[in-house]
């Protein structure tokens, strides 16, 4: 009990190694211990200051996300193009901006699935225009809560096009490159039979004013300058199909006999010049193969050429020889020629771009890169034979591409007729197309936008969209399309009440094709192949 001194109280000395009395009904307050030790308080206020730093440091957009949708914080960078405190945003919900719709339908969707993780690549829409970017998140707190980062990736995406477009023009200069070494053959190849042409003419115009001509001697001079056109014929057939790119070729069933000769018939001048004897094996016949016949063109002509690159540097007999071997399913085409082989280490390096064991500008080192290429896309081959005591290089790919010229995303139909829904369907998939369905523009519109949120990229082949529907018309699908990040997608009409000068009017962009009711399968079917092929052919 204190004791009163002067009218006041003083407090009694506390004995040594007595605890201090606690008022009755009160608790000891717990001193944590950034109370015990300040330093502790300062080192967390520290970490979480180090933190802010590196977030507001990282050159893309990170955000904290509740499972409610709405942002927990953001990082300066966000802040910024939202221009928006970060006070000003916590709270507020995902997509909030207009182009931020699809943001938001991919964190619904994400917080939806059980996946703690995710990457994904996006188009967002913004006034300035679509940007590209790399979102990266990770699920925490039993996932109720999660941390997206974003990346802008539209100047990697852009040099990815430059780059893809760069490839193009090599390509196309390595074609050219193989036709311009055998354009002095080519030019002889033509001469030659020109000339034939040429001298029967005038034999004809000789016999002819003579009067001398029996209808024996006319006839056998008009066969010869047949055969011989033909002979020209096949030449500048084969040139056309080795100048074709191949961007966009459908597989075709061709005579594979017939491919090989065009091919060859432009080599031979070139084989005869430099004395190479090019020996060709009986080809099997019939031998129908499904391909796309520019590019088998392109991968044959590319052996031959370095066939003879190789075959002339030897001394002694030189030869290359060409064989074709029928194994039931699949089809083989060897180019065999007198060297010695490849060596070992050599082997995988041969298919390597830009590698070659030609002098400094005789080669572009891509043909045999392209050609495997060309073959892989035939779910094929390209590779050296060890076994063989020469040098030999063998093309095999199946005879049949299953379904080869179909696009391996779905087809969406869209129509309020049920019945021409059904039959629409039917005939795709009987095709070999998946197909998704919709009964108006705005169903349509939605499916596009949710499987684009969940799957990342451009995942419909083309849309078929009826003109006129009561809850939204072809027109505004064809228009809401052309102004998402999927615009890309091919638009094909069809009506029956139309004629294609008025769709065109009323349509804001042309669409990829118009089919008029009633159609035909082999009308759809051509269409809607025509379409997809153009688009993936604008991808490439």
């Known amino acids: 009990m204190a004791r009163v001194k002067s009218g006041r109280a003083v407090a009694r000395p506390r004995r040594e190694g007595t605890e201090p009395r606690k008022k009755p009904g009160t608790r000891r307050r717990q001193r944590t211990p950034a109370a015990k030790n300040p330093r502790v308080g300062l080192a967390r206020i520290s970490d979480v200051a180090r933190l802010k730093a590196v977030l507001d440091a990282i050159p893309g957009y990170v955000s904290w996300i509740s499972s409610d949708l709405r942002y927990l914080g953001a990082n300066k960078a966000l802040c910024d193009s939202l221009g928006l405190s970060e006070r000003e945003i916590v709270g507020r919900q995902v997509g909030y901006s207009d182009h931020n719709e699809f943001f938001y339908r991919f964190v619904q969707h994400f917080f939806a699935t059980s996946d703690p993780k995710f990457a994904h690549e996006m188009s967002l829409e913004f006034t300035t225009g679509a940007r590209s970017f790399l979102l990266v998140g990770n699920k925490y707190d039993q996932g109720r809560e999660a941390v997206i980062l974003g990346f802008d990736i539209s100047d990697i995406k852009r040099k990815e096009e430059i780059i893809l477009a760069q490839e193009q023009r090599i390509i196309s200069a390595a ?145 290359v020889s060409i064989a074709v071997l029928d194994h039931g399913e699949d089809v083989e085409i060897q180019v065999t020629d007198c060297g010695k082989g490849i060596p070992p280490e050599v082997r995988e390096k041969v298919f390597e771009p830009f590698f070659t064991t030609k002098p400094i500008g005789k080669g572009t080192g891509l043909g045999l890169n392209l050609s495997r290429g060309f073959v892989e896309g035939h779910r094929g081959d390209l590779a050296i034979d060890p076994s063989c005591p020469n040098t030999r290089f063998v093309i095999r790919f199946p005879k049949r591409q299953p379904h080869a010229n179909v696009s391996p995303h779905p087809i969406l139909v869209v129509d309020d007729e049920q019945g021409i829904v059904a039959y629409v369907a039917a005939v795709l998939k009987k095709a070999g197309y998946s197909v998704l369905t919709a009964c108006s523009g705005h169903t349509a519109f939605e499916i596009l936008k949710d499987r684009y949120v969940k799957l990342g990229r451009l995942n419909v082949s083309a849309v078929l969209t009826d003109c006129q529907m009561q809850e939204g018309d072809g027109f505004h699908l064809h228009a809401d399309i052309r102004t998402s990040p999927f615009r890309e997608v091919p638009v094909v009409f069809m009506t029956g009440a139309f004629d294609v000068e008025e769709i065109r009017k009323i349509a804001k962009a042309p669409p990829a094709g118009i089919l008029k009711k009633p159609f035909r399968d082999n009308d759809l079917l051509k269409i809607i192949r025509e379409a997809t092929l153009s688009a993936e052919a604008a991808r490439l």
């Open 175 to 319: 074609r050219m490159a193989a036709l311009g070494e055998m354009a002095g053959g080519i030019a002889h190849e033509i001469n030659n039979p020109l000339t034939i042409i040429l001298g029967y003419a005038e034999l004809l115009e000789e016999l002819t004013r003579s009067g001398g001509a029996d209808a024996a001697t006319l006839l056998g001079i008009g066969d010869k300058i047949k055969t011989t056109t033909i002979r020209i014929g096949k030449i500048v057939k084969g040139l056309k199909s080795i100048m074709r790119s191949g961007e966009g070729e459908r597989f075709q069933i061709v005579d594979l006999k017939a491919v090989l000769e065009e091919t060859i018939d432009i080599s031979r001048e070139r084989f005869k010049r430099y004395g190479i004897e090019l020996r060709v094996a009986p080809i099997p016949e019939p031998l129908s193969v499904e391909c796309r016949q520019t590019q088998i063109s392109q991968a044959v002509l590319n052996l031959m050429n370095n066939a003879i690159d190789e075959t002339v540097k030897l001394a002694g007999e030189k030869w």
